[in-house]
DNA sequence: CCTCCTCCATACGCCTCCGTATGGAGACTT
DNA sequence: AAGTCTCCATACGGAGGCGTATGGAGGAGG
């Protein structure tokens, strides 16, 4: 009898605040005693709920290949023919990146990419990649292409959101704000989905 | 031996030393003590070149983007008309990323988006991409484009490389190989350079 | 030869993080 | 009420990194 409302904290929390530092300060920040700290908490909560960081991490991992995979089977609906389909995917990812402030969307995802030398961190990211590309490439597919080259498209357009979200964080001057982010979202989707 | 006839060290050694080992292991990488084993020397040497690890990554810093910026302006020439130079350009960015297993050039650039959260790092990174979404622009500009469009390319072409660079370094087996990855290279200059 | 000045080695204290050991404080059972 | 089990606090040892202090080794200059 768990359920309900324990002031104990149990591995839930300790993963959610992972996912939480791990979009704020990267693989780095995913470390015991810091997020103790900010859980209230000490060591002795954590290697009570966890074997050691790792397992911490693998968790955290977890967790977030689970939310995304819902998130983009989730997003897969909407928009009946392949073409509007695929520019509601473009269109959504490469918005939600970042215009002006928000930098809520794909923090984790660059953290990850930062991290990739870790192979746990490696084997989740290809999943999660891989699965993406089938989706993209399923779509390009759908549209009429050959899947050779509806895969070459599909890894143009998620390296084109790559980036996208890498300038977006790193270099936000660099990137549109406004009216202008608006367009270039535009111009991109268009060239994306040209498929002469 | 190589460069003057003295045997101690300098400051440039340690910069070299310093520039590897952010390719290599990222920003975290670039310890002062690791780097003094590699040297064959130790924590005494460097701190009487340098104030602190920060003075050593600034000296970094502006040895790569001194060696990038050449390196940009070199491959500028060659190729007479502007679509030339630019397929020349985007060709040359895309395949020297990594197929296969040399993965030489970028991985600099990636360890530095990795930490843009340091501002040293933020500042030059911004300087880097700033000149190289210029030159992308003016290329178009001079394929015909309107400057707002031509940038809007520009930073689509950027950020495609990025993605690119990305995948190749994190999840290489997602990368076409051999003969698929020429290829796949072809097909996003394509898209990249036609202009509709 | 002696001295000074450059360059580096060694040793130290401090910090942050990992993982372990151990001793409770409560709650839950019997 | 006593025992037991869950969960956490505290204390400890170790590793690795930063920066400082101090003492040479060795050549340049007098």
Do not use: C
């Not at 000490?42 to 693998?58: C, E, Q």
């Not at 955290?60 to 995979?69: A, P, S």
């Not at 794909?106 to 990850?112: D, I, M, P, R, S």
């Not at 009429?144 to 959101?161: C, E, F, N, Q, S």
């Amino acid at each position: 009898m768990a359920t309900g409302k324990r002031q104990s904290l149990g591995p839930a929390d300790w993963t959610r605040a992972a996912l939480d530092a791990l979009a704020r300060g990267g693989l780095a920040a995913v470390a015991v005693e810091p997020l103790a700290k900010e859980l209230g908490t000490t060591k002795g909560s954590f290697y009570w709920h966890f074997a050691d960081r790792n397992a911490l991490l693998a968790a955290t991992l977890k967790l977030w290949e689970r939310r995304d995979t819902e998130r983009v089977v989730a997003s897969l609906d909407e928009a009946p023919d392949p073409l509007s389909r695929l520019r509601r995917l473009l269109h959504l990812a490469f918005s939600s990146v970042g215009d002006g402030e928000a930098e809520t969307a794909g923090t984790v995802e660059l953290a990850l990419q930062a991290s990739a030398s870790q192979p746990l961190v490696a084997e989740t990211l290809a999943r999660v990649t891989k699965r993406r590309l089938e989706v993209l490439s399923a779509l390009y597919v759908e549209l009429g292409l050959a899947p050779a080259r509806a895969r070459d498209r599909a890894l143009l357009a998620y390296t084109a959101y790559l980036g996208h979200a890498q300038i977006a964080h790193a270099t936000p001057d660099l990137m549109p704000r406004g009216r202008a982010f608006t367009t270039h979202v535009d111009d991109v989707v268009k060239a994306l989905v040209d498929v002469d």
